[in-house]
């Protein structure tokens, strides 16, 4: 290697330590001028400032500097100079303290200031800052990615603070909310079953990126893609966050749970026109973001003012580049994307038949062993389900979630397309030759209604947005089962019982990967906010006192998880696509008598049987979404006897049974299926 010189070198991007010191290497081709900012604290407005000359400093478009005597810890920010022609999407404004796209911390002092990064002036003393990290000498303890097939996998989307924020958690409150308190609570995911988590956003993001009087809760607003959020970490040191980050990780992994991130590549917190200066913007618009064709405006796919030029080769190296430094340095599993879709529009914003980005991630070889899942869709109406780019990509199944709501509340019409939905949505995939795991399949998310608000709410209550109720989805196919909101009433908190019951055995008896969403196990309400992005307290909040109060759900959803796991029919790792598993496991559809479904406009009922091809096991299910009973006549099980595995209708401990080998033996050919209600059987000797 060639000596380090103070004028530092141009690769690797980001601050690296080095040789007793530290490298720093920027881009921006369009910079006249760059200087290099040294702070003492997260709150320091008078840095050390370090200037960069053309003459020695820049290669190519790359900026550069080596500082001997800097380590570990070092904060910093960038001011840039360069022209402000916003014609030319060009907005250089060297009053504005700029983050490193590549820092791998971030300080956000308590002085933080979205507000001063939007008008004019300097904002030294309100910006965030980089902080320089040594990745060396951390002890993984022999952990690392778990590379679980995804025939077993599981997966929990939950949210790192509202996990363990609410007072009630048990968890010590300078804890609370944080990468630590996860570790604390990992116990309970085991218990519960699921074998991954998708952690909501926690890049770095910026929580005044919202409405005045609220802040960002959800974290969908980027700033820096490769930092761990910071205000997550209870260590408040400047690499308290990286390293806390490394100990949940390696926690879970010691526990056998995968971790996934739900990473937002499609915009950052920068905003459009009128919003702030706080890295991306002030290094270069015309490299960073779609722009009009007079370069003034964003172009807006992604809903939130702005979009990543993902098909620009400076973006799409920093894309990879993150993606491996998440999976080689903090040992991630898996990627969830925010609106995929995004990153198949090209540098006008057109549709491009084979994005490079997509592919580049989908062939990557050090992504090979990583789980990537598209939400195969975007802001402006494309929409990619069942077709999203590349051989490896999973995909949030958004026609699973709408068809199996419509059917479980008894809307007409919808019985062909549920069925598709339990059998891997082969409508989608069959004949694309892939994984029968290549749907997500998930009822509730995040985004929209709790699994109990969709069967307690016909319409959204999002008054405490202070947006007037005007935002999140107004289509929600939920169902409020009588009445909307709280009651009292005996028959209707039964019905919204076994609706959540029904959902949950659908969801967890399909083909494909599950999802399910934090809370929905216990009845988490949100008092029919579905889009509460911006409620940073109890009304999002994991609830801990419901892990009692509504034991029976709990109890249900963990029996069903176990069910999943062990039971013959549902292990697909021998398959290789989902035409395989459909043409090996002899499905048969059922009405109310065998072989005879009824697939007309005004069905509301089914029942299938799924046989294991290795063991020969055979599955029964019926689903009654009709509010009154009917008769289902069982299909001869060809050996042995039918037992009851599952029946919602009955209460807790009936509804599900302890251990499937205990299962009580049906002796009729007969069964009563309550209305609103699902029931399963499994054919095997006494």
Same mark, same amino acid.
């Given at each position: 290697?060639?000596?380090?010189?103070?004028?530092?070198?141009?690769?690797?991007?980001?601050?690296? &330590?080095?040789?007793?010191?530290?490298? =720093?290497?920027?881009?921006?081709?369009?910079?006249?001028?760059?200087?290099?900012?040294?702070?003492?604290?997260?709150?320091?407005?008078?840095?050390?400032?370090?200037?960069?000359?053309?003459?020695?400093?820049? $290669?190519?478009?790359?900026?550069?500097?080596?500082?001997?005597?800097?380590?570990?810890?070092?904060?910093?920010?960038?001011?840039?100079?360069?022209?402000?022609?916003?014609?030319?999407?060009?907005?250089?404004?060297?009053?504005?303290?700029?983050?490193?796209?590549?820092?791998?911390?971030?300080?956000?002092?308590?002085?933080?200031?979205?507000?001063?990064?939007?008008?004019?002036?300097?904002?030294?003393?309100?910006?965030?800052?980089?902080?320089?990290?040594?990745?060396?000498?951390?002890?993984?303890?022999? $952990?690392?990615?778990?590379?679980?097939?995804?025939?077993?996998? *599981?997966?929990?989307?939950?949210?790192?603070?509202?996990?363990?924020?609410?007072?009630?958690?048990?968890?010590?409150?300078?804890?609370?909310?944080?990468?630590?308190?996860?570790?604390?609570?990992?116990?309970?995911?085991?218990? +519960?079953?699921?074998?991954?988590?998708?952690? @909501?956003?926690?890049?770095?993001?910026?929580?005044?990126?919202?409405?005045?009087?609220?802040?960002?809760?959800?974290?969908?607003?980027? &700033?820096?893609?490769?930092?761990?959020?910071?205000?997550?970490?209870?260590?408040?040191?400047?690499?308290?966050?990286?390293?806390?980050?490394?100990?949940?990780?390696?926690?879970?992994?010691?526990?056998?749970?995968?971790?996934?991130?739900?990473?937002?590549?499609?915009?950052?917190?920068?905003?459009?026109?009128?919003?702030?200066?706080?890295?991306?913007?002030?290094?270069?618009?015309?490299?960073?973001?779609?722009?009009?064709?007079?370069?003034?405006?964003?172009?807006?796919?992604?809903?939130?003012?702005?979009?990543?030029?993902?098909?620009?080769?400076?973006?799409?190296?920093?894309?990879?580049?993150?993606?491996?430094?998440?999976?080689?340095?903090?040992?991630?599993?898996? =990627?969830?994307?925010?609106?995929?879709?995004?990153?198949?529009?090209?540098?006008?914003?057109?549709?491009?038949?084979?994005?490079?980005? +997509?592919?580049?991630?989908?062939?990557?070889?050090?992504?090979?062993?990583?789980?990537? &899942?598209?939400?195969?869709?975007?802001?402006?109406?494309?929409?990619?389900?069942?077709?999203?780019?590349?051989?490896?990509?999973?995909?949030?199944?958004?026609?699973?979630?709408?068809?199996?709501?419509?059917?479980? !509340?008894?809307?007409?019409?919808?019985?062909?397309? =549920?069925?598709?939905?339990?059998?891997?949505?082969?409508?989608?995939?069959?004949?694309?030759?892939?994984?029968?795991? !290549?749907? &997500?399949?998930?009822?509730?998310?995040?985004?929209?209604?709790?699994?109990?608000?969709?069967?307690?709410?016909?319409?959204?209550?999002?008054?405490?947005?202070?947006?007037?109720?005007?935002?999140?989805?107004?289509?929600?196919?939920?169902?409020?089962?009588?009445?909307?909101?709280?009651?009292?009433?005996?028959?209707?908190?039964?019905?919204?019982?076994?609706?959540?019951?029904?959902?949950?055995?659908?969801? +967890?008896?399909?083909?494909? $990967?599950?999802?399910?969403?934090?809370?929905?196990?216990?009845?988490?309400?949100?008092?029919?906010?579905?889009?509460?992005?911006?409620?940073?307290?109890?009304?999002?909040?994991?609830?801990?006192?419901?892990?009692?109060?509504?034991?029976?759900?709990?109890?249900?959803?963990?029996?069903?998880? !176990?069910? !999943?796991?062990?039971?013959?029919?549902?292990?697909?790792?021998?398959?290789?696509?989902?035409?395989?598993?459909?043409?090996?496991?002899?499905?048969?559809?059922?009405?109310?008598?065998?072989?005879?479904?009824?697939?007309?406009?005004?069905?509301?009922?089914?029942?299938?049987?799924?046989?294991?091809?290795?063991?020969?096991?055979?599955?029964?299910?019926?689903?009654?979404?009709?509010?009154?009973?009917?008769? =289902?006549?069982?299909?001869?099980?060809?050996?042995?006897?039918?037992?009851?595995? *599952?029946?919602?209708?009955?209460?807790?401990?009936?509804?599900?049974?302890?251990?499937?080998?205990?299962?009580?033996?049906?002796?009729?050919?007969?069964?009563?299926?309550?209305?609103?209600?699902?029931?399963? @059987?499994?054919?095997?000797?006494?």
């Amino acid at each position: 290697m060639s000596p380090i010189h103070d004028y530092g070198r141009s690769f690797p991007l980001g601050p690296t &330590i080095i040789d007793g010191g530290v490298n =720093f290497s920027l881009y921006s081709k369009n910079a006249t001028a760059v200087e290099l900012l040294l702070f003492k604290s997260a709150e320091d407005a008078t840095p050390k400032v370090m200037t960069l000359k053309p003459s020695v400093n820049r $290669t190519g478009d790359y900026w550069h500097i080596f500082v001997k005597g800097l380590g570990e810890g070092q904060l910093y920010g960038y001011r840039v100079y360069g022209p402000y022609d916003p014609a030319r999407g060009l907005r250089f404004d060297p009053q504005k303290v700029l983050l490193d796209p590549y820092a791998q911390a971030v300080a956000m002092g308590d002085n933080y200031s979205r507000k001063a990064a939007m008008v004019p002036g300097d904002n030294v003393g309100q910006c965030m800052k980089g902080v320089v990290v040594e990745h060396r000498g951390y002890d993984w303890e022999d $952990t690392g990615p778990l590379n679980r097939p995804l025939a077993e996998t *599981v997966i929990y989307e939950m949210h790192v603070k509202g996990f363990t924020a609410n007072p009630n958690s048990g968890v010590s409150a300078d804890k609370r909310g944080t990468y630590a308190g996860v570790i604390e609570k990992i116990p309970y995911l085991k218990s +519960l079953g699921v074998t991954a988590v998708e952690l @909501l956003p926690v890049q770095q993001f910026d929580p005044e990126d919202c409405p005045e009087g609220v802040s960002n809760y959800w974290g969908y607003a980027p &700033i820096n893609f490769f930092s761990p959020h910071s205000q997550y970490s209870s260590d408040k040191s400047p690499t308290g966050a990286f390293r806390e980050f490394r100990d949940m990780v390696k926690e879970l992994h010691k526990a056998g749970i995968e971790v996934y991130l739900d990473v937002v590549f499609n915009h950052t917190a920068e905003g459009d026109t009128n919003g702030p200066t706080l890295s991306y913007k002030g290094l270069g618009s015309n490299t960073y973001y779609i722009l009009g064709e007079d370069k003034r405006d964003f172009h807006n796919y992604s809903g939130c003012g702005n979009t990543i030029n993902a098909h620009n080769s400076v973006v799409r190296r920093m894309i990879r580049d993150c993606l491996k430094f998440w999976v080689q340095t903090m040992h991630i599993d898996g =990627f969830r994307f925010d609106l995929a879709s995004v990153m198949s529009r090209g540098e006008q914003g057109q549709v491009l038949k084979d994005p490079p980005v +997509l592919w580049s991630i989908d062939t990557d070889p050090v992504l090979s062993g990583t789980k990537i &899942i598209a939400e195969a869709w975007d802001a402006a109406g494309l929409y990619q389900v069942g077709s999203f780019i590349g051989g490896r990509w999973q995909e949030w199944n958004g026609k699973y979630r709408d068809h199996v709501r419509s059917f479980l !509340r008894g809307e007409k019409g919808y019985v062909s397309r =549920f069925a598709d939905r339990l059998i891997g949505s082969p409508d989608l995939y069959y004949d694309q030759h892939r994984s029968p795991h !290549r749907s &997500i399949n998930f009822v509730t998310a995040h985004d929209g209604f709790t699994l109990n608000d969709m069967v307690s709410y016909n319409e959204k209550h999002n008054e405490a947005n202070n947006e007037g109720n005007r935002d999140g989805d107004n289509h929600n196919r939920s169902w409020n089962c009588g009445v909307e909101g709280p009651t009292d009433d005996p028959e209707v908190l039964a019905l919204r019982e076994r609706q959540r019951k029904n959902f949950m055995t659908v969801l +967890l008896a399909s083909l494909g $990967t599950p999802m399910l969403t934090m809370g929905d196990e216990i009845g988490r309400t949100q008092h029919g906010n579905n889009n509460a992005y911006c409620q940073d307290n109890e009304l999002s909040w994991f609830d801990w006192d419901l892990v009692e109060k509504n034991a029976s759900l709990l109890r249900f959803t963990q029996k069903m998880l !176990r069910w !999943r796991q062990q039971d013959p029919a549902m292990d697909q790792q021998r398959h290789y696509t989902l035409a395989d598993v459909l043409d090996s496991t002899k499905i048969q559809w059922h009405g109310v008598h065998p072989q005879s479904p009824d697939w007309s406009e005004n069905s509301n009922s089914l029942a299938m049987t799924i046989r294991d091809p290795n063991t020969g096991e055979l599955v029964y299910m019926a689903i009654n979404a009709w509010h009154q009973e009917l008769e =289902f006549e069982l299909p001869d099980p060809e050996y042995g006897r039918w037992h009851r595995i *599952v029946d919602t209708s009955q209460p807790s401990p009936y509804d599900i049974v302890e251990d499937p080998e205990c299962a009580e033996a049906v002796t009729y050919r007969i069964y009563r299926v309550k209305g609103r209600s699902v029931v399963m @059987l499994a054919a095997y000797e006494d």
